[in-house]
């Protein structure tokens, strides 16, 4: 069976571009592939969070993955803090990565072009310390929105490098991005990525909104005065976008969707977004709550934990043993 994994960062409440980007992909792959998918906590902390809202969401994370179908029996679930390793290795991998190759990482020069202040030394390396999440398990596919497709690209540049210097060690990983959904944009400025560390509430629709408020959200979202229901993600990106969010939760191809608004306007389209969007997440939050009341999201973890970190255990001693670091015969 191939392998695959992926994580999320607990930095805020998970959106529906989460969702769509990539939960989706990992219940779709988890019979087919041998999965692990994590809580990337680690990596929250490259920007000043509060530790109670880091524990809440890293709860949530856990609970939603459940509630959106990730089976524990099928896929090993993790909290990334609870395995050293993960910042062993990627101490590691810092020091196989050169400054060029991070400062290239857009996410990092976007910030910078920005002027933002206070950008962490942890932020600068944290795509190393995702190779490190990554080669760990040697994944042979890693799914992710488009945004992080870099991030992979720079786990494969490691793994080859690591491989070349010292001998094979780490499987080479392939990023995998779906067609439809890899960006689901901001409702409120289309041409944006939907993320959760978002300000305005009213741009991002995140898995624990009231369905209602939810409803609103789309049916308020920005969308343009051409008044024709076509997929134009140039000329039209919020109708692009609200046709990429109904077609992935119907499962209705994009064109038969189009077909179906022939001469008709805006106003409809968004009230079956809306409908979906509100119908789905009535359905997962449900779901949500039971699995919070059962007291099973400690238990789950606890076994995925076992799981990851026999595994993580002997990667890193391998891993020191190639480089000189165990000197104990
Ligand atoms: P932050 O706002 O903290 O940067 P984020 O919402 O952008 O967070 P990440 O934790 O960076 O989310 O991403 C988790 C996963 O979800 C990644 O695979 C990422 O590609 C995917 N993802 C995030 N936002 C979107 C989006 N708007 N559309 C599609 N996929 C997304
Ligand atoms: N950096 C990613 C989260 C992440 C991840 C990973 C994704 C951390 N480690 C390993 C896939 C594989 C993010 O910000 N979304």
């Not at 030394?121 to 490190?132: E, I, N, R, V």
């Not at 010292?166 to 689901?184: C, H």
């Not at 977004?273 to 400690?298: C, E, P, R």
Request: charged share 25%; net charge neutral; aromatic share 8%.
């Amino acid at each position: 069976m191939k392998r695959m994994l992926s994580g999320i960062k607990p930095t805020g409440r998970l959106t529906l571009g989460n969702y769509i980007g990539a939960i989706r992909q990992f219940i779709a792959y988890q019979d087919e592939y041998e999965l692990f998918v994590f809580v990337a906590n680690m990596h929250a902390i490259t920007i000043p969070i509060d530790p109670k809202i880091l524990r809440q969401n890293s709860r949530d994370m856990v609970a939603l993955y459940l509630a959106a179908g990730l089976d524990p029996n099928k896929t090993t679930l993790f909290l990334q803090s609870d395995l050293p390793q993960h910042a062993e290795l990627g101490w590691i991998l810092t020091c196989h990565s050169y400054m060029g190759e991070l400062q290239r990482m857009t996410q990092y020069k976007d910030k910078t072009a920005k002027g933002e202040t206070g950008i962490t030394a942890g932020l600068f390396t944290y795509p190393s310390l995702m190779a490190a999440d990554i080669l760990m398990y040697d994944p042979d596919f890693v799914p992710v929105g488009i945004d992080q497709k870099q991030h992979v690209e720079l786990a494969r540049d490691l793994a080859e490098r690591f491989n070349h210097r010292y001998s094979d060690t780490f499987v080479v990983p392939q990023p995998l991005v779906e067609k439809v959904g890899a960006k689901i944009m901001s409702l409120q400025n289309p041409t944006k990525k939907m993320s959760k560390s978002e300000d305005n509430p009213k741009a991002t629709i995140d898995l624990l909104d009231e369905p209602a408020v939810a409803r609103k959200k789309i049916l308020s979202a920005v969308t343009d005065s051409l008044g024709v229901i076509r997929y134009d993600v140039e000329e039209q990106p919020g109708i692009a976008n609200l046709l990429t969010i109904l077609s992935a939760l119907s499962h209705e191809d994009i064109d038969s969707i189009i077909k179906r608004y022939e001469g008709k306007g805006y106003g409809e389209l968004k009230q079956e977004v809306a409908q979906v969007v509100s119908d789905f997440l009535t359905d997962l939050q449900a779901k949500y709550h039971d699995i919070v009341a059962s007291g099973s999201v400690d238990d789950i973890l606890k076994a995925g934990n076992e799981r990851a970190a026999r595994i993580a255990y002997k990667k890193v001693a391998k891993v020191k043993r190639k480089l000189g670091l165990s000197i104990i015969k």
